[in-house]
Nanobody, 120 residues
């Protein structure tokens, strides 16, 4: 059973950089064929895909967030991370990490989500 757990600050000030980490257990982030995503849901809105990291460490970005987003991973800790720069209150959301099999338009495992609030 794969488990994902997000961690990071719950409150960030405007203009700062938000950093979140997803710790994976029960499966390796380097296992062939999988893609590890970041997804967020602002209050009252739908899910927004932000991008993520492939098993071979290539990265994909949402066009709308690409200029402010970076991804990384630490294979020794089985973690992957998100950094979102120059945040504004519009970045307030529940942030999720999730796993998908490449080629399948669905996520099979999700973290529980972490609330991030950006103060003005």
């Amino acid at each position: 059973q794969v488990q994902l757990q997000e961690s990071g600050p719950g409150l960030v000030k405007s203009s700062q950089t938000l950093s979140l980490t997803c710790t994976v257990s029960g499966g390796s982030i380097t296992t062939r064929g999988y893609y590890w995503s970041w997804i967020r849901q602002p209050p009252g809105k739908g899910l927004e895909w932000m991008g993520g990291v492939h098993y071979e460490d290539s990265h994909a970005y949402s066009p709308s967030l690409k200029s402010r987003t970076s991804f990384s991973r630490d294979t020794s800790k089985n973690q992957f991370s998100l950094q979102l720069s120059s945040v504004t209150p519009e970045d307030t959301a529940v942030y999720y990490c999730a796993r998908a099999r490449i080629g399948v338009d669905d996520y099979d495992y999700w973290g529980q989500g972490t609330q991030v609030t950006v103060s003005s």
